[in-house]
């Protein structure tokens, strides 16, 4: 029976649901963009080619990246439970999703900053500048747009995770599916939260493009 009680738990479960989208997404980048950077850099046509320093990175994310989230899930329970004190509910499934997004992110970065013209960095290597003023002032400058576009990927990918992450207690509009959808069989509500994560996939997507067409419009 839906009444004011499942009403206030949907809406609960967005409020969880978004949080834990967008604060595993911006920490994801406070680990993936410098990895991303430095996969770049360090890359054998890279500002600063490192051959040991890139196949430790590369192998970092291609061995998390290959690891089923569920899985990473499960297994990063030691861990999330040092660091938050607990091994369920929102905050603590923002640790493995973190994890988990950051080498995927770190991925994108780097496709993004590759795309950048090779002419225009060595524009800038020719008027004298440094290798952090290329990386900060040329490459993320000139990719602004593509990162963008990734980051809402990212979003998209995360909001997918934190949905799976309700099948072992995660917490958000996907713990509520399984709990009541599934366990208690009350399609309307699987139904309900279904439509609610599509809503939010669009959201987030339409959200992120439409900075990205202003950003490509004013790089034009």
Same mark, same amino acid.
């Given at each position: 029976?839906?009444?004011?009680?499942?009403?206030?738990?949907?809406?609960?479960?967005?409020?969880?649901?978004?949080?834990?989208?967008?604060?595993?997404?911006?920490?994801?980048?406070?680990?993936?963009?410098?990895?991303?950077?430095?996969?770049?850099?360090?890359?054998?046509?890279?500002?600063?080619?490192?051959?040991?320093?890139?196949?430790?990175?590369?192998?970092?994310?291609?061995?998390?990246?290959?690891?089923?989230?569920?899985?990473?899930?499960?297994?990063?329970?030691?861990?999330? !439970?040092?660091?938050?004190?607990?091994?369920?509910?929102?905050?603590?499934?923002?640790?493995?999703?973190? /994890?988990? $997004? $950051?080498?995927?992110? $770190? !991925?994108?970065?780097?496709?993004?900053?590759?795309?950048?013209?090779?002419?225009?960095?060595?524009?800038?290597?020719?008027?004298?500048?440094?290798?952090?003023?290329?990386?900060?002032?040329?490459?993320?400058?000139?990719? !602004?747009?593509?990162? /963008?576009?990734?980051?809402?990927?990212?979003?998209?990918?995360?909001?997918?995770?934190?949905?799976?992450?309700?099948?072992?207690?995660?917490?958000?509009?996907?713990?509520?599916?399984?709990?009541?959808?599934?366990? !208690?069989?009350?399609?309307?509500?699987?139904?309900?939260?279904?439509?609610?994560?599509? /809503?939010?996939?669009?959201?987030?997507?339409?959200?992120?493009?439409?900075?990205?067409?202003?950003?490509?419009?004013?790089?034009?």
């Amino acid at each position: 029976m839906w009444d004011s009680v499942t009403t206030n738990m949907i809406l609960n479960g967005i409020l969880e649901t978004v949080y834990m989208t967008v604060v595993s997404t911006f920490f994801g980048y406070l680990l993936g963009l410098p990895m991303g950077i430095l996969l770049t850099t360090s890359d054998k046509n890279g500002l600063k080619p490192n051959p040991f320093l890139y196949k430790v990175l590369d192998a970092i994310s291609n061995v998390v990246r290959s690891v089923p989230f569920l899985i990473l899930l499960i297994l990063l329970i030691p861990v999330t !439970r040092q660091i938050v004190g607990k091994s369920y509910g929102t905050t603590a499934t923002i640790v493995p999703l973190v /994890i988990s $997004a $950051a080498p995927y992110i $770190a !991925r994108m970065v780097e496709s993004s900053l590759k795309e950048v013209d090779a002419g225009v960095i060595e524009a800038a290597k020719s008027m004298g500048a440094s290798r952090i003023q290329i990386v900060f002032k040329v490459l993320l400058v000139e990719a !602004r747009t593509s990162l /963008i576009t990734n980051a809402t990927i990212a979003l998209g990918t995360v909001l997918g995770y934190s949905a799976m992450a309700g099948t072992v207690g995660g917490g958000g509009l996907g713990n509520i599916a399984v709990q009541y959808g599934y366990y !208690r069989y009350q399609t309307d509500i699987m139904i309900v939260t279904v439509i609610l994560l599509i /809503i939010l996939f669009q959201v987030f997507t339409n959200s992120g493009m439409f900075i990205a067409r202003i950003l490509n419009h004013k790089k034009a």
